[in-house]
């Protein structure tokens, strides 16, 4: 009895059983009843109310009996019908086969699976070739000639989860068109690009390969061009007939373009396994995302394709400088813990802009390019801007690879000459730097009077567009996109050319220092350039045109350096060395040693400070 107590019983149960109870008490009874005198008026008053009592029970009885139904039949669930329009799971490697099968490789062929060229005892006619070559185009067009235009780059060596990577059917990975603008390329790096294109691409989402050819004057690449490409099927040429430049050739494919998405690539790509899905994904993810691939080298000198490595992670970004040039810089360590592995995205403050996806829809929503800039120069970093500060994103995926031919300088001449590139950054400062354009214009002499003269085109339309995108300011886009960048002071206590009253010279940072030689002495020229310094409110002489470079007392004798500055933003101070003071006297004195900064001969050296010694003075002109 014990147990049965212990056991927990439900409130049905309880109910149903004290119901029973009860029913048999009323019929014992009603037995008992029945054999007794009727003539009793109270014991017939008693059954009377026992009969209402035996019909209520026997009625909740029967209720509880009608709120206990039999199990049901579990019902059939209509299974969902799958739509045609957006397919369940993920892409099979056989629905991404490529446009072009790659033909089978020779492992020994000259660059084979993205090895160097290599070729000893050369004949004078080959050395002759190859130097002319080299004057064409800036590369090794000697080894290009002789590389496979479908040449193999060997194994997939991206990380396992590249490799791995699988994409949804639904929502469906767009199509693109492939947009290629050359000016006078090497047949043989131009049609590479094309073929690694062909042979890299699934064919499901390569809608087409639009060539844009900005005025070409080479013979290859007009009739043989023409005859060449109909056997690529969904390859096609159109021509600029005057020379225009990157920028409006660039809008002249992407006006044509049939392709859901725009894929910009140089003239001398080729690309790795599985570039464009990762490419084409993370804009349906965010379609207001203008993402790049992961670009590597292809040697100039040898065409070696440089391949990724499976253990290494994303490393660079892309930045600039207050000369408004585009470079590379680590990602900060902030950013780097917010990716889990190499599929997630790296933002990246600006892009090199050579190569690129973007949405066609997006794309001509923010404004395409500035069709006002000319030729070539300061459109990337004028997208960067853009893009942040109108609501957009700017990304680098890791798992799309594509090698790029990176020359030291340019072949080609600027039909304007180089003081394009000038005013296209003046545009963009104009439209998008807000106060800030002042720090670039303090760096660049010419900027500044194209800018006090207004010589640098009709920017109403851009102003227009930054309004109507509800823009945010470049202060936003330091504070919130770049807050690692180190902004130099809006209004310095001193800055231009710093002038020797003994010598009647300039300090000059010198060609190609980018920290760590000896700063020298030249001809005052009030150009700016290796002679711009500024004082800052640190007390550091800066040189900071391009890379953040600092006046670095030496211990005597050796000569006074120019090395990177080590206060760079937030979490860092001056360093001893490199902080300065300009006395009453007009000395340049480092606390620190307590010496000052004099001129000796032709070599600048830390000395006793003497106010008499005009060799020792210095004042900004």
Not at 42 to 71: H, S, T, Y
Not at 186 to 201: C, D, P
Not at 568 to 573: D, E, F, L, Y
Not at 587 to 616: E, F, I, T, W
């Amino acid at each position: 009895m014990r147990k049965f107590l212990r056991r927990r019983m439900s409130p049905l149960k309880l109910v149903l059983l004290g119901g029973t109870v009860f029913m048999v008490v009323l019929v014992v009874l009603q037995r008992d009843v029945g054999s007794s005198s009727a003539g009793d008026p109270w014991f017939q008053e008693l059954v009377d109310k026992k009969d209402k009592v035996f019909v209520m029970v026997r009625e909740a009885v029967n209720n509880i009996g009608n709120q206990i139904r039999p199990p049901q039949a579990p019902s059939i669930q209509q299974q969902p019908t799958e739509d045609p329009k957006c397919p369940a799971g993920f892409y099979t490697r056989a629905e991404l086969k490529p446009h072009l099968e790659r033909p089978p490789q020779d492992p020994e062929s000259p660059g084979a699976d993205g090895k160097a060229f290599q070729k000893d005892n050369m004949s004078p006619e080959e050395v002759k070739e190859k130097e002319e070559g080299m004057t064409r185009h800036c590369f090794n067009q000697f080894a290009s000639d002789r590389i496979s235009l479908s040449r193999s780059l060997g194994d997939d060596t991206r990380p396992s989860e590249c490799v791995e990577s699988r994409f949804r059917r639904c929502p469906p990975l767009p199509s693109t068109s492939v947009i290629i603008v050359f000016h006078n390329e090497a047949w043989s790096t131009l049609l590479r690009t094309v073929y690694s294109v062909l042979h890299t691409s699934p064919a499901v989402l390569l809608k087409e390969i639009i060539l844009v050819d900005d005025a070409s004057v080479a013979d290859h690449l007009k009739n043989q061009l023409e005859v060449f490409v109909p056997q690529l099927k969904i390859v096609r040429v159109v021509r600029q007939l005057e020379r225009k430049g990157l920028i409006t050739a660039r809008m002249l494919g992407a006006s044509i373009a049939q392709g859901e998405i725009l894929t910009f690539l140089d003239a001398h790509c080729e690309c790795f396994h599985g570039w464009l899905e990762p490419l084409l994904a993370r804009i349906v993810e965010e379609p207001t995302a203008v993402v790049s691939p992961e670009i590597t080298t292809i040697d100039l000198k040898t065409f070696t394709f440089n391949k990724p490595v499976a253990s290494n992670h994303a490393s660079n970004r892309g930045n600039f400088d207050w000369s408004l040039s585009f470079g590379w810089e680590t990602i900060p360590e902030a950013a780097r813990k917010l990716r889990k592995d190499e599929t997630y995205p790296v933002k990246t403050p600006t892009f090199a802009g050579g190569l690129f996806s973007i949405s066609k829809k997006y794309f001509e929503h923010i404004g395409t390019y500035d069709d006002k800039m000319e030729i070539w120069g300061g459109e990337n970093v004028e997208m960067s801007f853009r893009v942040w500060q109108c609501g957009g994103q700017l990304e680098i995926m890791p798992c799309s690879v594509v090698g790029h031919v990176f020359r030291t300088k340019s072949p080609h001449t600027f039909p304007k000459g180089t003081e394009v590139i000038t005013r296209n950054q003046v545009r963009l400062a104009e439209v998008w730097m807000d106060e800030y354009k002042a720090i670039y214009y303090r760096r660049n002499k010419a900027a500044a009077v194209m800018a006090k003269e207004h010589k640098f085109g009709d920017i109403s339309e851009r102003l227009n567009l930054r309004e109507k995108l509800n823009c945010k300011n470049f202060t936003w886009y330091l504070n919130t996109v770049y807050p690692e960048a180190f902004i130099p002071d809006l209004r310095p206590q001193k800055s231009g050319a710093i002038r020797n009253s003994g010598s009647k010279t300039c300090l000059d940072a010198g060609e190609g220092n980018n920290g760590g030689k000896p700063v020298i002495m030249y001809q005052c020229h009030n150009m700016g350039g290796n002679q711009y310094f500024e004082y800052s409110s640190h007390k550091e002489l800066r040189h900071n045109i391009g890379k953040q470079l600092c006046l670095q007392a030496t211990p005597q004798p050796e000569a006074v350096t120019i090395e990177l500055c080590q206060r760079k933003g937030k979490g860092t101070s001056v360093l001893p060395g490199q902080e300065w003071v300009f006395t009453e006297e007009n000395l340049l004195k480092n606390p620190s040693s307590g010496n000052c900064l004099r001129l000796n001969g032709v070599q600048l050296q830390m000395d006793h400070c003497n106010a008499a010694d005009l060799y020792q003075h210095w004042t900004f002109t």
